[in-house]
């Protein structure tokens, strides 16, 4: 299924940058595969499957034009067809990188890029899609064929960006795989979009072997992923950190990650998913240093200050260095009066030093953004603990 | 590809500057125009008289009406425009982004239809 997918991809994007018009493309290549499904069984499945599909999806491709309306775009896409291989003996090259930037183009909306990005790149089938982001069908198909439709017309290129634009451009795709994950880390929990966003940053870093922070995201990923079966229970509550069940961790996927971020640190260049994948694994520790984790959050606050990098960095202190040097940071950060994780820390290091904590408890409870999490928040009340889970929405 | 550049700002916009923020505004976009004009691929480009001077044309029921001032009040509006070809979407936002009113107003990026049998 997966090595379908992959292959369906590549197709897909081989197609969509000769053509220029990813509908088309899809469309040659979903007959190509039913070609396939017709012809395999009773042929043999060809010696190079993929170029099998390409030159299929070609054909079908051409068929599919010659029974276009328009001279004009006729000529113009004919011409275009006539470039991709002819035989099945023609090594296919992976273009899936371009298809990405192409998903990725900040001329989209941020939700027509995670759409696309699942549909075209992931190979998901829309009512997939649709399931795992809670809409209608209908709603996602359209915003899919608009996407499509402004990539075709507006003339967005599927091409990997030249240098210079080359920064600006990773990060629209590597907040876009984030958000794919981060849509179904939850709560509610949605295993599909965290099991594909981390198999995007597969990907993303096979393809891209000397971009640190693609390893570096790949390995965050992979890390926050490793705790998927401990940090809920089974009635959908939140557990702590320190009191998940280190037996639920999935500790295969640990040692990938932290793999992985090795590989990111030795091309040296660092950056803020590296940073948080560098915290993620110091939390995989028996005994979580968290002088550590407090210095790479002070240098994540210099690589991509926000607000809530320094709750987090006030919290690590908190955490090294007791409750009243962690307050002390909190009420310095401005502007997270209406976060509810903010009002918690205050909470607890209230209480742990022995002071009223009760109406920051309300608050907190108040701004939370789901149940789970108020419940959580209720049951802290009478509890001892400062550790949030580390998801920094950068 | 032809793409339509069209520049927003506020109408008022001119006037809140200095003399000689003026005379460095127009230095700006003559030097833009003649790099434009000089890569090949400016087509046409144009600044427009300010939107006091806009008068709106509208036939209904075969009468004409005609009214002083523009079709909608925003507080931005269109001051001018470039009609460039260029091969992609991204290098038609690439001029777009060194276009001197766009680091005070909106440029806005629209592909012009060539092709007119397939719409």
């Known amino acids: 299924m997966r090595a379908y ?132 069908e209908a709603t996602l198909a359209q915003r899919l064929v608009r996407a499509k439709r402004k990539i075709r017309d507006a003339g967005i290129p599927l091409r990997v960006p030249p240098e210079h634009a080359l920064p600006d451009r990773l990060r629209t795709v590597f907040a876009t795989i984030y958000l794919v994950f981060n849509a179904g880390y939850g709560p509610p929990v949605r295993r599909e979009l965290c099991e594909e966003g981390v198999r995007l940053t597969a990907v993303l870093a096979t393809l891209m072997p000397d971009e640190a922070e693609a390893h570096g995201l790949h390995a965050l990923l992979l890390l926050q992923d490793a705790r998927s079966a401990a940090r809920l229970t089974p009635k959908g509550e939140l557990v702590l950190l320190a009191e998940q069940d280190r037996g639920l961790w999935n500790l295969a996927q640990v040692e990938q990650g932290r793999h992985s971020l090795e590989r990111a640190m030795s091309l040296r260049a660092p950056g803020p998913y590296q940073l948080q994948a560098a915290i993620a694994s110091l939390h995989f520790d028996e005994e979580v240093d968290w002088a550590q984790i407090a210095l790479l959050y002070e240098r994540l606050a210099g690589l991509a200050p926000s607000p809530v990098v320094e709750l987090n960095r006030a919290v690590a202190v908190g955490m090294a260095r007791g409750p009243d040097a962690g307050l002390a940071l909190l009420d310095e950060i401005g502007g997270l009066e209406d976060y509810y994780l903010w009002h918690a820390a205050r909470a607890d290091f209230l209480r742990r030093l022995g002071r009223p904590a009760a109406a920051e408890y309300e608050r907190a409870v108040a701004l939370a953004p789901s149940d789970a999490e108020r419940d959580f928040l209720r049951g802290r009340q009478n509890l001892l603990a400062t550790e949030f889970e580390q998801r920094d929405d950068l | 590809m032809q793409y339509m550049l069209l520049i927003y700002g506020e109408d008022s916009g001119w006037k809140t500057l200095t003399p000689e923020q003026q005379q460095e505004m127009g230095a700006a976009y003559f030097a833009f125009t003649d790099e434009l004009r000089a890569s090949g691929k400016m087509a046409a480009g144009d600044a427009l008289q300010p939107v006091t001077t806009a008068t709106s044309v509208r036939v209904r029921d075969g009468e004409t009406l005609t009214t002083d001032g523009p079709f909608a009040e925003t507080k931005e509006v269109l001051g001018g425009y470039y009609l460039i070809d260029v091969d992609t979407l991204d290098e038609a936002l690439g001029w777009a982004a060194k276009i001197p009113g766009a680091a005070y107003g909106t440029i806005e990026v629209r592909p012009v239809v060539t092709d007119y049998e397939a719409m």
Do not use: M, Y
């Open chain 1, 5 to 136: 997918r992959d292959e369906r991809a590549k197709s897909v994007a081989i197609l969509g940058r000769v053509l220029g018009d990813l509908d088309l493309a899809e469309d040659a290549v979903q007959d190509a595969f039913v070609r396939a499904a017709e012809r395999w069984p009773r042929d043999g499945v060809p010696a190079n499957p993929g170029a099998w599909i390409v030159t299929a999806a070609r054909n079908c491709a051409i068929d599919r034009i010659r029974r276009e309306q328009t001279f004009a775009r006729k000529a113009q896409l004919l011409a275009r067809a006539e470039e991709l291989p002819e035989d099945e003996e023609t090594t296919i090259p992976d273009e899936r990188l371009e298809l990405i930037f192409a998903c990725c183009h900040p001329a989209l909306a941020p939700e027509a890029q995670v759409a696309l990005t699942l549909s075209l790149v992931g190979g998901l089938a829309t009512p997939e899609i649709a399931r795992a982001f809670i809409l209608p």
